[in-house]
């Protein structure tokens, strides 16, 4: 089993929706959770820190569940701009070399 | 403030050739990460630096890579000889935070070796 799993997608979904992914780790000890997006050709970049009660920041929210192991996000009223790929990423240690990247989802916005 | 500086942003190579990679971490920050980005194995971290002094290089696919920090604003990873099985996207990442890494990433090179 990998330490981070991501479903890979395609997400085709039409410009307001709203969708949601998830991402499941194996390490009952990590500590950091984040969600990067990754534009096509472009570096990762951070989109938002999830903390244990969960964070909400303009139309993306991000939350936490322990005890199943997994993070998930939604993306409420859902843009053209918001195609990309997102990241999970998760420090499953006390090094930084622990900390893990998903293999992503990719998101499609259509019009 | 400027954000992770990489160059070159594409390098052609042919095998057998050495590639030098470069990298300035945004000021501040303590922590720089190499990764290596293909379609089939995704973002792999391989080397990181805490102060300038390398962490963990468990990453390293093998002795032809290497990578110094020989200051707080300049890094370099370094493939000798190059092979086309290195071809990927390398980016160098920075981070001030140490509790939670949050990591900045730099624009990337563009590697392909022929």
């Known amino acids: 089993r990998k330490e981070v799993e991501q479903d890979p997608g395609p997400f085709n979904v039409p410009e307001g929706a709203t969708v949601a992914f998830n991402c499941t780790y194996s390490?009952?000890?990590?500590?950091?959770f984040f969600w990067y997006r990754q534009d096509c050709r472009k570096e990762p970049k951070l989109l938002m820190s999830?903390?244990?009660s969960g964070n909400e920041d303009g139309r993306f929210t991000a939350q936490l569940n322990r005890a199943s192991q997994y993070i998930s996000l939604l993306i409420r009223d859902s843009k053209l701009s918001d195609s990309a790929t997102y990241l999970c990423?998760?420090?499953?240690?006390?090094?930084?070399?622990?900390?893990?990247f998903g293999s992503g989802t990719r998101l499609s916005i259509r019009p | 403030d400027a954000g992770v500086i990489q160059s070159p942003r594409h390098e052609v190579t042919e095998m057998g050739q050495e590639v030098t990679l470069r990298c300035k971490p945004i000021?501040?920050?303590?922590?720089l990460f190499w990764y290596r980005q293909t379609m089939m194995r995704g973002l792999e971290l391989l080397i990181y630096?805490?102060?300038?002094?390398?962490?963990?290089d468990s990453g390293m696919p093998e002795d032809r890579f290497s990578a110094k920090m020989p200051n707080a604003s300049f890094s370099t990873l370094k493939i000798q000889p190059s092979e086309p099985r290195d071809s990927a996207v390398y980016f160098c990442?920075?981070?001030?935070?140490?509790?939670?890494?949050?990591?900045?990433f730099g624009p990337g090179t563009r590697l392909t070796v022929t």
């Open positions: 990442a920075s981070s001030r935070d140490r509790m939670s890494y949050e990591q900045y």
């Open positions: 000021s501040g920050h303590d922590y």
């Open positions: 390490n009952s000890a990590s500590q950091s």
């Open positions: 630096f805490n102060n300038n002094v390398p962490i963990d």
């Open positions: 990423v998760v420090n499953c240690g006390s090094s930084a070399s622990k900390i893990i």
């Open positions: 999830v903390y244990s």
